[in-house]
């Protein structure tokens, strides 16, 4: 299944369903300015059309990815890099969960088949649960017959870590059962725990890291007035073609001499995130960057990671 595919099936099962999004849009209801509708919103209109409201947050990201239908799409082996350094969650400790809440678009697909075995990509953007006053992020995985929603909170001032770590607690907090179920639903909530940080981890690159995103249609004719939810409306970019190729060069180079005995064989040490603060304390900016993998005595190009975002931080409320 493709984005568009979940698009298009929502048409097919509930006509008219993206204009009534619409208006609700357009409703007098207060929410922060980062989301464009609550997911609350959809569950109560899927309601009164006795239809499940479980599947509001899968409405809302067709609803809103289709406004660009923009998809990233990931190079193998960078995802597989990013992969592996995910499963550092020390990396997390002090990266504030503020980064999250600035995706390039109101909702993004990134495609990363390779990621997570059995799942395409996922859809990402930022929710406002309206009930407990939560900002939340809502991670929609694409399987080939259906779609796997994970939401994870994010806690006012907290880290990436805090929140992850606070959606494992939960998801435990309400389990009372026996020693053996017990040990299921932690192994399960812990297989949960890392796929989000998987997706986190892309996420933290794309948001980070603009030197390696091209554009696959720079030269795209101007969008039309309306939509259509065809295949000519989607905009798909490149990421990390450069740095893919640099680490597929270096995993097959051929050991480097030093002069000083045999060649060494090549390897790596894993790319990590590096941030700081700038400017004065009440008008503070993060500046975060992914520092590529460091390839020791490979024969390979080299890759320059200097370019960067910077964002205003605030927390969430």
């Given at each position: ?51 499940s409201p479980g599947e509001g947050a899968s409405l809302t990201a067709c609803w ?214 700038v400017g004065p304390k009440e008008d503070q900016k993060l500046i975060l960057k992914w520092l590529a993998p460091m390839y ?22």
């Open positions: 299944m493709t984005p568009l595919d979940l698009v298009r099936q929502w048409t097919k099962r509930l006509p008219g369903c993206y204009d009534q999004l619409d208006e609700l849009k357009k409703a007098d209801i207060p929410w922060p300015d980062y989301c464009e509708l609550p997911i609350n919103a959809a569950c109560t209109y899927l309601a009164s059309e006795n239809m809103l990815w289709r406004q660009n239908k923009v998809i990233y799409r990931f190079d193998e082996d960078l995802t597989d890099t990013l992969a592996e350094q995910a499963e550092h969650i020390e990396d997390t400790e002090v990266l504030p969960a503020e980064l999250l809440l600035h995706p390039p678009y109101p909702a993004v697909y990134i495609k990363a088949p390779n990621l997570i075995e059995g799942r395409d990509g996922f859809f990402y953007f930022v929710d406002y649960d309206v009930n407990r006053d939560n900002t939340e992020l809502s991670i929609q995985w694409l399987m080939a017959d259906r779609v796997l929603p994970q939401i994870l909170h994010l806690i006012p001032g907290g880290t990436i870590k805090e929140c992850v770590d606070d959606m494992l607690k939960t998801v435990l907090s309400g389990v009372k059962s026996g020693p053996e179920l017990a040990s299921v639903l932690k192994e399960a909530a812990t297989l949960m725990q890392s796929e989000m940080l998987k997706a986190i981890t892309l996420l933290l690159y794309l948001v980070s890291q603009n030197a390696d995103i091209t554009d696959d249609q720079p030269y795209r004719k101007k969008r039309r007035s309306y939509i259509a939810d065809t295949k000519q409306e989607i905009h798909t970019y490149s990421v990390g073609l450069r740095i893919g190729a640099v680490i597929r060069k270096a995993a097959q180079g051929t050991a480097v001499g030093t002069g000083l005995g045999s060649p060494k064989r090549p390897h790596s040490r894993r790319g990590h995130w590096h941030h700081f603060w020791i005595n490979a024969d390979c190009a080299k890759f320059n990671e200097d370019d960067v975002v910077v964002y205003p931080v605030k927390a969430p409320k």
